[in-house]
């Protein structure tokens, strides 16, 4: 029913329903991400792995519909179908853990790094809500499985340098499999100086130093039960973010979880695994290395998250099923000291997060039923109660300012439906996809006290009286094979109800000096967004292919506005040499002018760019060992440019040599 | 010889005696300190009586002072549970005097020793020097006198204002509430009073005080939801909504209008005239 009524509201739009399937991976081998292995349609990304030390957010920028938003050199934020982190859901491992910054300086993926993970699962829509609800996609970033292969001690290191910015990054990686018992631990450094953009201006500010430690380990009980716990400190310290005003001190974030795995093969109840985890985030921003500031001060924030999940998969005739019952606690509190520039007043001070605490709990299903050998169809829901309550007095009374009838908290009842429709054929395969979801305001939505948002130059008030943002979604995905062709369409529509953006407030005066108002958010009645991919690839010969994408995006409000921050047109051409010690690959990258750019919501019209890259890889085996290296240029041209998700249009970097070195011994 | 060691155990004797007497009996009332939490400013010593004058703070300063009054009996170090008492505080000006606007001394209820009046001094010598308080009580039906000098220290805020109006009447402004601002929105109590000749201030009734609270320090942010002060005839002062979006310095800009609207002092805030010249501060 619900099915057949999401059917004809999509229908109504008058939309030829496009859908995606866009259910795939990026996967690292058992040494480094060195080579991806895809599951799913889509190969593009095998072809782009270009450096054994990318971080984390180089691998997710790879995927079509994923698009970093960058303040800097480091932490960038991901965007899905052009909706920004409070509309997805990511997790690590499916825990969830959310960022102490109330700026977004922090986006989760920044707390962990290639060498802690194994794949990272990207889901767009409502596919995506097995471990939270979301209106954009899931990214669950996958630590690796427990093993029990008796290969004994094995090790690698990496060195990575890149001219643009000094780039050095070092790698190691301990592991030893018994049969019994494994442990692994590894550890990462990566400290880059201000980088240059095109034509050799130095961007000031973008400097960053980091490091990540991480260690797993899992004990065998018996022949169906494991239990693993792991354990991973990350901290980055001296983060340059030159698209605004402040920097960063000290990013730091502990992530731990113990895990109980049953699994058996002859059971109807295939897996059952359950996870309690921890994890707890200090951001502290300061603006101490800049010269110039109209005030000086400091903004501190924490963020804690205590929760579980029990995940079973059950296999019981053509169906596959599986059930996520989860649950999270999260605390989030940030403030801000401003300094007056007359010592004699005292310091200001304010809480930006009044100690919000979100408690919830879910349970999400899914079943995957296989009509026939090539037809199946699969149906997931999610329901949860999210509550929200302020713990500090003081933050409910600064709200109270805003709203004088505020309680200290609310619940909100969500839930998600998706279906999906897959037929796979030798010549083509198609997906088909409809989707309802809903989302509770994040924490700076929902109870945000004077953020500033330099993209726009306002301060955002959250509401706690915003309604739950609501998607209807409707994805198709289709790829036909004529010999050594491959063309692919993918494209998807959402129809989001009370999308929550900031409005302007004129009543209400600034708290930022020179910022130029308040914003409040609020909801407007509907947004639509709508991204189309097209995708080919021709195997000239079996070491020689090409392949391009194109894509276009666009998003609007019922206001008729432009939705800020959507993708203009894109463009990337590939061609690629593989042998089985040898790759290279040349590669063109681009973006069409910006013309639906949002002048409403504070964006300025980003112009064009085209840039190109080259890299090469090589693969030396010495006995035992492997030597995997990787270099090439970024940016041959050196063009200046930006993108339209660089913030404040900062330029990105210039011209860069790099070269990664692994060395794997068995 | 023995005498040395007997008298100590004597008095470790009587003294334990007297330390358990006194623990086990019940029937005497446990004293009360009926100034607990507040803290003496100074006495005040006549031949038969001494007048213990308490604040919270300790000290006189410009601006609204809540003050908590007794008086003693030199003779026996009684306090005395009923009197009346009113008083007279004089600044003594180079060429002039003149006093200030100050409440009545009524009992504090709950207590038996203690009253309370409060004292609105608009200004200070740096020194603090220049005041005299005079005064004037009745115990048993016999009037007594008594005058010192006290000292009133200049406040760090500008939390009282005296100021001529458009009218051409002299009137003083000063700040009650709040004693502790959050960052809330807080009730703000104003006192309001003409001065009708040196020695006499009367509260003004019925007027409006409009409100525009900023900070300078940061670009001269203002706060939402503030209302105007209007006068509450219960309590004789002005009363309104304050709104405080954060800790630090605040300027509370006002403008005091009368019966029919007219501006007596004050301007609007505008990005070119950026505090009125009618205002209180207040720094938390």
Redesign the interface.
């Known amino acids: 029913m619900i099915k057949a009524t999401l059917c004809c509201v999509c229908f109504l739009f008058g939309l030829t329903l496009y859908a995606q399937e866009d259910t795939y991976t990026i996967e690292k081998d058992t040494t480094k991400l060195e080579e991806v292995i895809l599951i799913g349609q889509r190969k593009l990304s095998n072809y782009r792995q270009e450096k054994t030390l990318s971080s984390i957010d180089d691998y997710l920028e790879k995927s079509n519909r994923i698009t970093m938003i960058k303040r800097g050199n480091y932490a960038w934020e991901p965007t899905m179908n052009n909706m920004a982190s409070q509309r997805l859901v990511v997790t690590i491992d499916g825990m969830q853990i959310f960022g102490a910054c109330t700026d977004k300086m922090d986006p989760i993926t920044s707390y962990v790094d290639v060498s802690n993970l194994e794949k990272v699962s990207v889901d767009s829509g409502q596919e995506g809500t097995e471990n939270g609800h979301c209106v954009g996609g899931g990214i669950d970033l996958k630590m690796p499985q427990s093993k029990f292969n008796g290969t004994g001690l094995k090790s690698s290191f990496d060195l990575g340098y890149e001219t643009n910015g000094n780039y050095k990054s070092v790698g190691l990686d301990l592991e030893y499999t018994g049969n019994k018992f494994y442990v692994n631990a590894d550890g990462i450094f990566r400290k880059s100086n201000n980088y240059h953009a095109g034509g050799n201006k130095e961007i000031l500010y973008s400097q960053f130093q980091k490091y990540n430690i991480s260690v797993q380990g899992g004990y065998k009980l018996s022949e169906n039960n494991v239990i693993d716990a792991s354990v991973i400190y990350d901290k980055a310290t001296d983060v340059g973010y030159p698209a605004l005003p402040m920097d960063v001190s000290l990013a730091k974030a502990l992530i731990t979880s113990a895990t109980h795995t049953f699994k058996n093969n002859s059971t109807t109840i295939k897996s059952l695994e359950t996870k309690f985890y921890y994890n707890t985030i200090t951001h502290i921003m300061d603006d101490s290395k800049r010269p110039d500031v109209?005030?000086r001060m400091d903004m501190p924030g924490w963020s804690d998250t205590y929760g579980f999940y029990s995940k079973a998969t059950l296999i019981e005739g053509k169906h596959n099923l599986l059930f996520n019952v989860n649950g999270f606690y999260n605390r989030s509190l940030a403030e801000?000291t401003?300094y007056?520039?007359?010592s004699n007043?005292?310091?200001?001070?304010?809480?930006t997060w009044p100690d919000i605490r979100t408690l919830y709990t879910g349970i999400y299903a899914k079943d995957a039923f296989a009509l026939i050998k090539d037809k199946t169809v699969s149906v997931s829901a999610r329901f949860g109660y999210h509550q929200n309550t302020i713990a500090e007095e003081?933050g409910l009374?600064?709200l109270?300012?805003?709203y004088?009838n505020l309680s200290d908290s609310k619940s909100r009842f969500l839930m998600s439906f998706s279906t999906n429709y897959q037929i796979k054929k030798e010549k083509h395969d198609a997906a088909f996809s409809v989707g309802y979801g809903e989302r509770a305001p994040s924490v700076s939505e929902g109870y945000g006290?004077?953020l500033y948002n330099s993209f726009d130059n306002f301060d955002y008030i959250g509401n706690p009286t915003l309604k739950n943002e609501k998607a209807l979604e409707a994805n198709v995905a289709t790829n036909y094979y004529l010999n050594k062709f491959k063309i692919g369409l993918e494209a998807s529509y959402f129809y989001i109800i009370d999308y929550i953006i900031g409005e302007i407030n004129p009543?209400?005066?600034?708290?930022?000096?020179?910022a130029n108002g308040v914003k409040i958010y609020n909801s407007l009645s509907n947004a639509r967004i709508f991204d189309i991919y097209l995708n080919s690839e021709y195997n000239i010969s079996k070491a020689f292919s090409v392949n391009g994408t194109i894509g276009y995006n666009c998003g609007k409000g019922s206001n008729n506005e432009n939705l800020p921050l959507i993708k203009p047109f894109s463009y990337l051409a590939e061609v690629n040499y593989t042998r089985e010690f040898f790759n290279a690959a040349i590669q063109l990258n681009g973006n069409g002018n910006q013309t639906n750019y949002s002048s409403f919501y504070g964006e300025n019209e980003t112009a064009s760019f085209a840039i190109l890259n080259l890299n090469l890889g090589n693969m030396f085996y010495l006995k035992d060992s492997k030597l995997v290296l990787k270099y090439g240029i970024e940016n041959i041209l050196d063009t200046n440019y930006s993108t339209y998700a660089d913030w404040n249009n900062i330029p990105q970097q210039g011209r860069n040599f790099y070269i990664n070195a692994s060395f794997v011994i068995n | 010889m023995k005498l040395k060691y007997i008298l100590p155990i004597l008095f470790i004797a009587i003294l334990s005696t007297a330390c358990s007497s006194d623990d086990d009996n019940n029937d005497n009332p446990p004293v009360i300190n009926e100034v607990e939490g507040l803290t003496k400013i100074q006495d005040i010593t006549n031949n038969t009586h001494t007048i213990e004058l308490y604040s919270e703070s300790g000290y006189f300063y410009t601006g609204y002072n809540e003050i908590s009054i007794r008086i003693k009996d030199n003779t026996n170090n009684t306090f005395f549970e009923d009197f009346s008492i009113g008083w007279m505080p004089i600044m003594q000006m180079p060429t002039m005097q003149h006093s200030c606007p100050y409440s009545t001394i009524t009992k504090t209820p709950g207590k038996d020793t203690v009253y309370q009046g409060n004292i609105i001094y608009q200004m200070t010598n740096t020194d603090g020097s220049g005041w005299t308080l005079t005064f004037n009580y009745t115990i048993d039906n016999v009037d007594y006198s008594i005058t010192d000098t006290i000292t009133v220290i200049q406040y760090e805020n500008q939390n009282v204002t005296s100021f001529m109006g458009s009218d051409n009447s002299r009137y003083i402004m000063a700040l009650l509430e709040p004693k502790d601002p959050k960052i809330a929105i807080n009730t703000m109590k104003v006192g309001l009073y003409r001065m009708e000749n040196m020695m006499s201030f009367s509260v003004v009734e019925d007027y409006t005080i409009t409100l525009d609270p900023r900070m300078p320090g940061m670009g001269n942010h203002s706060s939402p939801n503030n209302t105007d002060l209007t006068y509450r005839s219960v309590e004789g002062i002005y009363q309104g909504n304050l709104s405080l979006t954060m800790t630090g310095y605040w300027v509370l800009n006002l403008k005091l209008m009368d019966t029919m609207d007219t501006v007596l002092k004050g301007e609007t805030v505008t990005d070119e005239n950026p505090q009125s010249s009618l205002y209180l501060e207040l720094e938390f």
């Open positions: 109209p005030i801000m401003m007056p520039n007359n007043q005292p310091a200001m001070f304010m809480y003081v009374e600064s109270q300012i805003f004088p006290f004077f009543d209400l005066s600034a708290m930022t000096i020179e």
